[in-house]
């Protein structure tokens, strides 16, 4: 249990560092242009579902920093204390619209998650560190057989960033969207007709990957787990990867790796090489400037461990970089990255299949399967600096 929470809170703490780097690093809005307190959020729901639709709007506040949710007029409420064992939180669920319908409700400057749920409402619990995230690789977790699903977001003065995700799971699909002040909408996270089935089709017929796909007592699918829960479950093989990291350490005892990790400065490069098991990155001068050990599988999939990726200006972007070339299995096909060619990409028997099988799924061909799948601007996000409306969709499980 405590593993698991742990790695839900680097998993909320990821996202978190995400969208913090793309608000910095993201277009300001017009100087006469000023982001109120709420926007607009235009639910459609889709689905064709004959359940009740709750949706929740959680996350930290960026007028206050507290931690709490946000009513369907856009009020924040702080959460109140938790305890140990964790208690039940207070309801935050806002009823959604029916089948064919639509409605539309305010969300205030938060950086945080909106959750749906069809059927039952998801149960939230409060601990003394604050809110307990739905943990569904957990099989006591009290979620574990709600068909539910979740988008990111940050609003602040800068605008709006909205994402799908897919880094923890993949389940009810949904699009989200941002119409801008000029009307027109730019949106993301649509699955291809037919997608949704088919991801779990494609996970079944991949030989080790099946195991990742939750189904309820009666047989219906709920979602496929992200392969990091899938090694902490034993749902796949914890050598999973083992063929591609060592071919790609082999590699670079004898070739170097080099890494442009941001794409406004291509003067800023570092070079790696294996040497007595550990991958050395030098600067211009020949200092070293970081050095990996050889990471699992785990390393991979949580971009994490032994591929940790502080928030700096060194070791964070060369250790992205690495992650996204690992997962996407490109660094044995090419020693400059990061490759940003998805043409490339999962070419190797040995790859995140989970990731290639959402991504091809995709209508655009882009997700967030994993933590750095924004390395190359491969994501699902939409984003405004004065966004008039934000979208959620509700899309068909077909």
Not at 386 to 396: E, F
């Amino acid at each position: 249990m405590l593993s698991s929470l742990k790695h839900r809170l680097l998993a909320v703490a990821t996202a978190a560092g995400l969208a913090g780097a793309l608000v910095t690093f993201g277009a300001s809005p017009p100087a006469d242009a000023a982001v109120p307190a709420t926007i607009p959020l235009k639910i459609t729901n889709n689905s064709s579902r004959g359940e009740p639709v709750h949706i929740y709007n959680l996350g930290t506040s960026l007028t206050t920093g507290q931690q709490g949710w946000a009513d369907a007029n856009g009020t924040f409420h702080a959460w109140p204390a938790g305890g140990n064992p964790p208690t039940p939180a207070p309801d935050a669920s806002i009823p959604g619209p029916a089948a064919g319908q639509t409605k539309t409700i305010r969300i205030p400057k938060l950086s945080g998650r909106i959750y749906f749920s069809y059927g039952p409402k998801l149960d939230f619990r409060l601990t003394t560190g604050g809110l307990v995230q739905p943990a569904v690789q957990n099989p006591s977790d009290p979620n574990r057989d709600i068909l539910f699903n979740w988008s990111e977001y940050t609003l602040n003065d800068s605008g709006l960033w909205l994402n799908s995700t897919q880094v923890d799971m993949f389940s009810a699909p949904y699009t989200v969207g941002v119409q801008r002040a000029d009307g027109s909408v730019s949106s993301a996270g649509r699955l291809k007709a037919g997608g949704y089935k088919a991801v779990f089709s494609a996970l079944r017929a991949q030989p080790g990957w099946g195991g990742l796909i939750q189904t309820r007592p009666d047989g219906t699918v709920l979602r496929a787990l992200s392969p990091l829960y899938g090694l902490e479950t034993g749902a796949l093989s914890a050598s999973v990867m083992d063929g591609y990291i060592n071919r790609v350490w082999q590699k670079y005892t004898s070739a170097t790796l080099t890494v442009t990790p941001f794409a406004d400065r291509p003067g800023t490069k570092y070079f790696g090489r294996v040497s007595g098991g550990v991958m050395n990155f030098t600067d211009g001068s020949g200092a070293v400037v970081t050095s990996f050990h050889k990471p699992d599988a785990s390393s991979v999939f949580g971009c994490h461990k032994l591929l940790d990726a502080p928030n700096d200006q060194v070791r964070g972007p060369i250790s992205r970089t690495l992650c996204a070339g690992f997962n996407r299995s490109t660094l044995l096909s090419n020693p400059h990255q990061p490759d940003t060619s998805a043409a490339g990409f999962y070419q190797d028997s040995v790859t995140n299949h989970y990731a290639r099988i959402i991504h091809d799924r995709m209508a655009d061909g882009k997700a967030y399967a994993f933590a750095f799948d924004d390395v190359g601007h491969h994501e699902s996000l939409v984003h405004d600096g004065n966004p008039a409306q934000a979208r959620l969709t509700l899309d068909p499980l077909n």
